[in-house]
């Protein structure tokens, strides 16, 4: 099963897919890590998209794809795929679709995590991420058992660069401009499904599972 996870920044997508990766064997890339990853380690690529990161706004289409297909070509896709983060536009999804059709991998769905922009803002001013492996947790929905700590391998826990207010409103605006484009594409591929992703952290990632196993 290979999929794309579409969302709002805050939807869920990191966690959903984390979880499905360590519980049903699913291969996860999340371009967000693999930029963030370029961004701590200082390649040449990391200075040169910190300005954009840190602003909320899009990394340039054919760095994304690039990075995208060099990590699937990676990883074992037998176990499935999930893509997290990416496409964000249905220019990236034009051109996910082409470069995968010339290594005939298909995408089988499209999973849209639906939720009201006020819960967004409130998940990501909250949000600490795992500094090693990415754990994502909430300082009031998903506090982690010491505070400051990842539950999952003890490393320290950060609040992204890129989850200060105003920053997230840029995301929600980009968010925002691209989504309907994005979602009309997978719709009309015919492989789109909506789940809201409003809920808890447990009853998202079940009705998700239905739906991908
Ligand atoms: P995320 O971790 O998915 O919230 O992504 C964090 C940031 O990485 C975004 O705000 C963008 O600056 C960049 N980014 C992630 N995925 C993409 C993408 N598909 N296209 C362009 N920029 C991206």
Known sequence: ???????????????????????????????????????????????????????????????????????????????????DGYPR???????????????????????????????????????RTCSKCNSIFHIDYMPPKTEGICDSCGSELYTRSDDKEETILNRIDVYEKEIASLLDYYKQEGILVTVDASGSKAETYEKIKKILI
């Open 89 to 127: 536009t249905a220019k990236q999804a034009v051109d996910l679709n082409k470069a995968f059709a010339e290594k005939k991998i298909f995408i089988d769905k499209a999973v849209y995590l639906d939720i009201d922009n006020n819960v967004v803002v409130k998940r990501l001013t909250g949000r």
């Open 1 to 83: 099963m290979k999929t794309v996870l579409l969302g709002a920044p805050g939807s869920g997508k990191g966690t959903i897919a984390g979880d499905l990766a360590v519980q049903e064997g699913f291969e996860h890339i999340s371009t967000g890590e693999l930029l963030r990853d370029a961004m701590a380690q200082k390649t040449e690529l990391g200075i040169q998209i910190t300005d954009t990161m840190n602003s909320g706004s899009l990394v340039d289409d054919d760095i994304v794809l690039k990075l995208v297909l060099q990590k699937v070509e990676a990883v074992n896709k037998d176990k499935g795929l999930i893509l």
